[in-house]
C-alpha cells in the first residue's frame, strides 16, 4: 500500500448542505480505514462556506451519522471559521498574477460557450477579462459590475501518480481557467479545500473519481501557494444495481434513512469496503477486519455496483454472527434483552435487530397459540418432560410423542410449532423450548394464551 514516512493526514469534508448518502460514506470510510491502518490523523472538515445552504441540523446529522458507522475523528474543523485564511490566500496569488478579476455577466459567459459550441470549439474561457485596462475595470465597475475571480491556469500537462487509477495527466492548456472567489465575495470549494489542505498538513486526497478533472487545478494552486502537493486517490463512483447512476435515489439511501430501516452500520461499512475491490464482500463483527485489508491497489476502476437487495442480506448475516455483548443494549432498548441463550436462539432468524422484540414476545409471551390439532396437542402436553428443561429436552420429547403416536417429519412438528410460536417458522425449537418454560408450553398445548 503507497504510504508517506510519517503518518497519514486525510479529511472528510461533506458541506453540511443536506444527509450524508452512500457515496459520501464510501470516501469517509476509505479515508478512516487508511489512517487507522497506518496509525495517522482522520480529521472531520465541515465545508460549510455555502451560507445559504448550509444548517446546524445537516451539521449535526453528520456527526450522528459518522458516531453511529464507527468512523471517529481526530479534529473537527469548520470553514466559517477560516476564511481569514482564504483570504490571505486569495491576496497570494493576486500578487503572483495567478489570480485575475472578470467581468462577464452569468448570461455573456453563456453566449460565449454556446458560440464556442456552435463552432465545434471546446467552450474553454477566452481570458477577455485579461486584456482588460485599469480604466476598463473602474468603468466596469462604474455600472455596477462586481468582479469574479479567476485563477491563471499554466499551459502544461499536470501528472500524478493515483493511488487507484495509477499514472494521471490533465492538459491544463485546454481547461478553463476557473472560478474561485465569486462576485459576492464567496469561495469556490476548489479553493477553500486547497488552502485547507496545506493548513492542515493534509498527506493524501481520498474522494470520489468526479474530482479527477479538477486535481490537475488544484495541483497548480498548491504550487502556486507553495504548499506540498498530497498524494490523490480517486474511488470509481457507485452505480445501482442496473448500473443507471445513484444521485437521483440518494434520499433512500441517505444513512439516516438506512439507519431507520434497520440496516446494520457494519454490514454498510463491509459492503462500500468491498464493493468494486478483488475482494469477496463477506460480513464482519468489526471494523478491524476492514482496516486491516484496505489496499488501494485492489479496488478496480469500473464503476462499483450497490445494491439495496446485497446490503439487506449482508446485514442480516451480520446479525448471524454478532456476539451477544455487542448487541445486548440495543436488545434492552427494545425491551428484548433475555440473556445470551436467546440471542443465539433467535439471531440466526432475525432480517433486523428490531425482529427480535417479536422472538422475546414469543418466549415470554403472552401469545395466543395456533391450535392445528388439538387432540395431538393435547397428547402431547401429557408427555412433556420434567423440568428442568435445556437443548436436549425438544430431542426428548418429541421422541417420547413419536413412540405414542407414530408421527414423524412434518406431521409431528408443524402442530407443535404453530402451538408454541403462533409460526410457520423461525428459531431452533430445541432453543426455543427451555427459554419459553414449561409452564407456558403446556398452557399454550391446551389452547390457552400464554
Known amino acids: 500500500m503507497t504510504s508517506s514516512a510519517s503518518p497519514p493526514v486525510v479529511r472528510f ?17 476509505f479515508n478512516w480505514l487508511y489512517v487507522r491502518r497506518l496509525g495517522g490523523t482522520f480529521i472531520l472538515r465541515l465545508d460549510d462556506t455555502d451560507r445559504a445552504r448550509s444548517r446546524p441540523e445537516f451539521e449535526q446529522a453528520i456527526e450522528r451519522d459518522l458516531a453511529w458507522l464507527g468512523l471517529d475523528w481526530d479534529r ?32 455573456e459567459l453563456e453566449f460565449k460557450r454556446k458560440r464556442l459550441l456552435a463552432q465545434g470549439r471546446p467552450p474553454v474561457y477566452d481570458r477577455a477579462a485579461l486584456k482588460l485596462s485599469d480604466e476598463d475595470r473602474r468603468r466596469l465597475e462604474s455600472e455596477g459590475r462586481r468582479p469574479h475571480w479567476r485563477f491563471k491556469l499554466v499551459a502544461e500537462e499536470v501528472t500524478w501518480d493515483d493511488m487507484v487509477r495509477g499514472p494521471q495527466h490533465v492538459d491544463e492548456a485546454s481547461q478553463s481557467d476557473p472560478v474561485l ?14 488552502v485547507d489542505d496545506i493548513g492542515f498538513g493534509i498527506t493524501h486526497v481520498i474522494r470520489g473519481e468526479d474530482h479527477v478533472t479538477n486535481t490537475g487545478a488544484q495541483i497548480q494552486m498548491f504550487r502556486a501557494l507553495e504548499g506540498p502537493v498530497p498524494v490523490f486517490a480517486h474511488l470509481p463512483l457507485l452505480v445501482d444495481a442496473a448500473g443507471g447512476g445513484l444521485s437521483k435515489r440518494t434520499g433512500s439511501l441517505s444513512v439516516a434513512d438506512l439507519r431507520e430501516r434497520g440496516v446494520e452500520a457494519l454490514a454498510i461499512s463491509a459492503l462500500l469496503a ?66 445470551e441463550a436467546f440471542w443465539l436462539a433467535v439471531r440466526g432468524n432475525l432480517a433486523t435487530l428490531a425482529d427480535a422484540a417479536g422472538w422475546a414476545q414469543v418466549v415470554r409471551g403472552p401469545i395466543a397459540p395456533v391450535l392445528e390439532e388439538p387432540a395431538f ?49 423461525g428459531p431452533e425449537m430445541a432453543k426455543l423450548l427451555p427459554l419459553i418454560g414449561r409452564g407456558r408450553v403446556e398452557a399454550r398445548l391446551n389452547g390457552q394464551a400464554a
Open 274 to 339: 468491498r464493493l468494486g475491490t478483488a475482494d469477496a464482500v463477506e460480513p464482519v463483527i468489526s471494523l478491524d477486519t476492514l482496516v486491516a485489508s484496505v489496499d488501494f491497489a485492489r479496488v478496480g476502476r469500473a464503476a462499483a455496483r450497490f445494491s439495496e437487495d446485497e446490503l439487506a442480506q449482508l446485514s442480516a448475516r451480520t446479525l448471524h454472527l454478532l456476539p451477544y455483548a455487542d448487541v445486548k443494549e440495543r436488545l434492552a432498548g427494545i425491551d428484548a434483552d433475555l440473556g
Open 76 to 107: 473537527k474543523e469548520k470553514q466559517s471559521d477560516r476564511l481569514a485564511h482564504y483570504d490571505v490566500a486569495r491576496d497570494r496569488l493576486i500578487a503572483v498574477g495567478r489570480l485575475y478579476p472578470c467581468y462577464e455577466t452569468p448570461e
Open 13 to 29: 469534508a461533506p458541506s453540511p448542505t443536506g444527509l450524508l448518502h452512500v457515496g459520501n460514506i464510501r470516501a469517509a470510510l
Open 181 to 194: 472567489v465569486r462576485a459576492d465575495g464567496s469561495y469556490l470549494y476548489s479553493f477553500t479545500s486547497v
Open 377 to 425: 396437542l393435547a397428547e402431547a402436553a401429557g408427555l412433556l418432560p420434567a423440568d428442568p428443561w435445556d437443548e436436549t429436552s425438544w430431542k426428548a420429547w418429541t421422541g417420547a410423542i413419536t413412540t405414542a403416536t407414530g408421527r414423524k417429519g412434518r406431521q409431528l412438528f408443524h402442530p407443535l410449532r404453530l402451538a408454541l410460536t403462533a409460526q410457520e417458522k
